[in-house]
């Protein structure tokens, strides 16, 4: 019994402990609640998202970072299916392609930046692929947009979590005092997100 428990308050304190991270304490969607996608996404959802919603984020025309923000209001704690996996089918039926592979070949930065979002917030526990189509994003980004290496980095930022706190921060902050990058995102929503990130500085 004694061992029972304490497993318990182990396994409880490593779910606090995640729960408490780059992805899942950046309450950044908050910035937009005066934006209507925004606020479909604040809507109690039951199991399935919306087809304007998934449309709207797959549209590759409207802001990358509004979008961002509807992932971020969705939130990690989905119930049902994950965010994650109902946009990459509904991805793959607009793109006609059966293999994520080839799905993340034919995305442009901003919609491969949300997809790759989307996947992190599904699964924060292991997000070693995201990171990559973070990056991926990141090479694509001819626009230089500000959203799309934020968002890459507050993926990688949780790939630290759990290895080195050191890099949490400054991987970031590389991000924010990047003057070459196209400020596409709300003052707001950084602050935001800054609000969380800072609080690794000391490390």
Same mark, same amino acid.
């Given at each position: 019994?004694?061992?029972?428990?304490?497993?318990?308050?182990?396994?409880?304190?490593?779910?606090?402990?995640?729960?408490?991270?780059?992805?899942?304490?950046?309450?950044?969607?908050?910035? &937009?609640?005066?934006?209507?996608?925004?606020?479909?996404?604040?809507?109690?959802?039951? &199991?399935?998202?919306?087809?304007?919603?998934?449309?709207?984020?797959?549209?590759?025309?409207?802001?990358?970072?509004?979008?961002?923000?509807?992932?971020?209001?969705?939130?990690?704690?989905?119930?049902?299916?994950?965010?994650?996996?109902?946009?990459?089918?509904?991805?793959?039926?607009?793109?006609?392609?059966?293999?994520?592979?080839?799905?993340?070949?034919?995305?442009?930065?901003?919609?491969?930046?949300? &997809?790759?979002?989307?996947?992190?917030?599904?699964? &924060?526990?292991?997000?070693?692929?995201?990171?990559?189509?973070?990056?991926?994003?990141?090479?694509?980004?001819?626009?230089?947009?500000?959203?799309?290496?934020?968002?890459?980095?507050?993926?990688?930022?949780?790939?630290?979590?759990?290895?080195?706190?050191?890099?949490?921060?400054?991987?970031?902050?590389?991000?924010?005092?990047?003057?070459?990058?196209?400020?596409?995102?709300?003052?707001?929503?950084?602050?935001?997100?800054?609000?969380?990130?800072?609080?690794?500085?000391?490390?």
């Amino acid at each position: 019994m004694k061992r029972l428990l304490t497993a318990i308050a182990l396994l409880m304190a490593f779910t606090a402990a995640w729960a408490d991270s780059p992805l899942t304490s950046t309450h950044f969607a908050n910035a &937009y609640s005066d934006h209507p996608m925004v606020q479909m996404a604040s809507e109690e959802m039951q &199991y399935d998202i919306p087809t304007t919603l998934l449309s709207f984020l797959t549209n590759k025309n409207e802001p990358v970072d509004v979008r961002l923000a509807v992932i971020n209001k969705i939130g990690w704690n989905f119930d049902g299916t994950t965010v994650g996996a109902q946009l990459e089918q509904y991805l793959m039926g607009r793109y006609n392609v059966k293999t994520e592979k080839k799905l993340v070949k034919k995305l442009d930065a901003g919609t491969l930046a949300v &997809y790759a979002y989307a996947k992190a917030m599904s699964n &924060y526990f292991d997000v070693t692929a995201a990171s990559e189509m973070g990056h991926l994003a990141v090479k694509k980004n001819k626009k230089k947009s500000f959203s799309v290496a934020l968002i890459s980095a507050l993926i990688d930022a949780q790939v630290y979590l759990d290895s080195d706190w050191s890099k949490i921060h400054k991987i970031v902050a590389n991000v924010l005092h990047d003057g070459s990058l196209h400020l596409d995102m709300r003052q707001e929503a950084i602050d935001n997100i800054m609000e969380y990130i800072n609080l690794y500085n000391e490390y």
